[in-house]
C-alpha cells in the first residue's frame, strides 16, 4: 500500500487550498483515509477523516470551513480548505486505516506530511 498526497503551499489568511491523498497498491480495503494535522509544539491532531460508509468527521476548530470527499472508487480523498487562518499552519498527514482480507488484519499508515502555510 502506497500513500501519495499532493497539495499545500503558501497561502494568506482567508484564502483556501486542496490536500489530495491517492491509496494505491492490492488487496486491501479502505476503513478509513482522511487527514491529521501537527503544528510545531502541538500533538498530532484530527483534521477530518471520511469511513468506507461515507460518514465524515471534522475536528471542532475547522468545522464549516473545510470539507472532505473521496472520489467514486474511493481511493482518493480530497480535503478542500477555506478560509483559512494563521493557526491552520501545521504539517498536514494523510492517514489510511485498511484492512487486509487475506490476512484479517487491519493497518494504520501515515503518508508523508505536506506544509500548509497561512501567513501574510
Known amino acids: 500500500v502506497q500513500l501519495q498526497a499532493s497539495g499545500g503551499g503558501l497561502v494568506q489568511p482567508g484564502g483556501s487550498l486542496r490536500l489530495s491523498c491517492a491509496a494505491s497498491?492490492?488487496?486491501?480495503?479502505?476503513?478509513?483515509m482522511g487527514w491529521y494535522r501537527q503544528a510545531p509544539g502541538k500533538q498530532r491532531e484530527l483534521v477530518a477523516t471520511?469511513?468506507?460508509?461515507?460518514?465524515?468527521y471534522y475536528g471542532d476548530s475547522v468545522k464549516g470551513r473545510f470539507t472532505i470527499s473521496r472520489d467514486n472508487a474511493g481511493n482518493t480523498v480530497v480535503l478542500q480548505m477555506n478560509s483559512l487562518q494563521p493557526e491552520d499552519t501545521a504539517v498536514y498527514y494523510c492517514?489510511?486505516?485498511?484492512?487486509?482480507?487475506?490476512?484479517?488484519?487491519?493497518?494504520?499508515?501515515w503518508g508523508q506530511g505536506t506544509l500548509v502555510t497561512v501567513s501574510s
Open positions: 471520511i469511513i468506507s460508509g461515507g460518514n465524515t
Open positions: 497498491g492490492s488487496g486491501f480495503s479502505i476503513n478509513r
Open positions: 492517514n489510511l486505516l485498511y484492512r487486509i482480507p487475506s490476512t484479517s488484519t487491519t493497518k494504520n499508515y
